[in-house]
């Protein structure tokens, strides 16, 4: 803790779902953990959110929980945490997921491979992808989803999506609606993860430039509120593609990185979750992470 407080640096700690375990091969943060670790977070750091980083005044060092996607549970599991904790964090959404109820393809298929039977998942037809030896179908299969570019993950999209709700009790993790994400807006700090979650590095710089704007309208048009915060996906993105939002005038751009941060405008997050309370600590002070100076 001290070298975190000298350094002066900010720990971002970047969830996606909280939730009772609900078969799917990416396990969300039990509520339990994230409440105990919501307490120990309060205890040893400043909360705050990134709008609120320059105005924190106290002598615990600095931390935001940031959440990327947009799911239900944030409403249903995680809000009400938060609200007793007294805590306002960042969620970043994604548009197309907020109108199409459904979460990214990578999510779908872990969902998919941790619930549906285990003769439908072997079945799974993927074009291009090969399963290694001994390792996680769920994670192996949306780490193959993630390594496409928008393009062929639409294709993939078509091959996989009607395998999948073949099986009529599928259902993957739900999404947050318009009306939820407005209400959330009144508390939390919303951001965009970009609309369509796209894969950046493996897309042009027009790509990029246009899927800012596309969720700069939407915010304004759909949401009715500003757009301050772009969160790249998956950990993925060029040089160029970071000035160029930075130039389109986001506010605080939000990377991966697995470091602590040190950013004005561009910030690194650590990928939290937590399946023991000790681990869930552990990890909210960084893990094995080194601080800068």
Same mark, same amino acid.
Request: hydrophobic residues 40%; contains cysteine.
């Given at each position: 803790?001290?070298?975190?407080? $000298?350094?002066?640096?900010?720990?971002?700690?970047?969830?996606?779902? /909280?939730?009772?375990?609900? &078969?799917?091969?990416?396990?969300?943060?039990?509520?339990?953990?994230?409440?105990?670790?919501?307490?120990?977070?309060?205890?040893?750091?400043?909360?705050?959110?990134?709008?609120?980083?320059?105005?924190?005044?106290?002598?615990?060092?600095?931390?935001?929980?940031?959440?990327?996607?947009?799911?239900?549970?944030?409403?249903?599991?995680?809000? %009400?945490?938060?609200?007793?904790?007294?805590?306002?964090?960042?969620? $970043?959404?994604? %548009?197309?997921?907020?109108?199409?109820?459904? %979460?990214?393809? $990578?999510?779908?298929?872990?969902?998919?491979?941790?619930?549906? %039977?285990?003769?439908?998942?072997?079945?799974?037809?993927?074009?291009?992808?090969? !399963?290694? /030896? $001994?390792?996680?179908? &769920? #994670?192996?299969?949306? !780490?193959?989803?993630?390594?496409?570019?928008?393009?062929?993950?639409?294709?993939?999209?078509?091959?996989?999506?009607?395998?999948?709700?073949?099986?009529?009790?599928?259902?993957?993790?739900?999404?947050?609606?318009? /009306?939820? /994400?407005?209400?959330?807006?009144?508390?939390?700090?919303?951001?965009?993860?970009?609309?369509?979650?796209?894969?950046?590095?493996?897309? #042009?710089?027009?790509?990029?430039?246009?899927?800012?704007?596309?969720?700069?309208?939407?915010?304004?048009?759909?949401?009715?509120?500003?757009?301050?915060?772009?969160?790249?996906?998956?950990?993925?993105?060029?040089?160029?593609?970071? !000035?160029?939002?930075?130039?389109?005038?986001?506010?605080? @751009?939000?990377?991966?990185?697995? #470091?602590?941060?040190?950013?004005?405008?561009?910030?690194? !997050?650590?990928?939290?979750?937590?399946? #023991?309370?000790?681990?869930?600590?552990?990890?909210?002070?960084?893990?094995?992470?080194? @601080?800068?100076?």
């Amino acid at each position: 803790m001290d070298a975190i407080r $000298n350094a002066k640096v900010v720990t971002i700690l970047n969830m996606h779902r /909280v939730a009772p375990a609900d &078969g799917s091969d990416y396990r969300p943060i039990d509520p339990a953990i994230f409440k105990e670790t919501l307490r120990f977070l309060r205890l040893h750091f400043a909360l705050t959110t990134f709008a609120g980083l320059a105005n924190v005044d106290s002598d615990k060092p600095k931390a935001i929980i940031s959440f990327d996607d947009g799911y239900k549970d944030f409403v249903d599991y995680a809000m %009400p945490i938060l609200d007793e904790c007294g805590v306002a964090c960042n969620q $970043n959404v994604i %548009p197309d997921c907020i109108e199409t109820g459904l %979460p990214p393809l $990578n999510v779908i298929a872990q969902d998919f491979v941790g619930k549906a %039977p285990r003769e439908l998942v072997e079945g799974l037809e993927v074009p291009g992808f090969c !399963r290694g /030896v $001994n390792k996680n179908m &769920g #994670t192996e299969l949306s !780490r193959f989803v993630k390594s496409r570019s928008f393009d062929a993950q639409q294709l993939l999209r078509d091959a996989l999506l009607t395998q999948f709700f073949e099986w009529q009790e599928f259902l993957p993790a739900k999404m947050m609606s318009r /009306v939820e /994400v407005k209400e959330a807006a009144k508390v939390h700090e919303i951001g965009a993860h970009s609309y369509t979650h796209a894969s950046m590095q493996f897309e #042009t710089d027009k790509f990029v430039a246009e899927d800012v704007e596309r969720c700069r309208r939407y915010f304004c048009d759909t949401l009715k509120i500003p757009m301050e915060i772009y969160a790249f996906p998956n950990g993925s993105y060029t040089s160029s593609q970071l !000035r160029l939002v930075l130039n389109a005038g986001i506010r605080h @751009v939000l990377l991966v990185g697995d #470091t602590f941060d040190h950013g004005e405008k561009v910030h690194t !997050r650590f990928t939290f979750d937590g399946l #023991t309370r000790a681990e869930a600590k552990f990890k909210a002070l960084g893990g094995f992470a080194r @601080v800068r100076t």
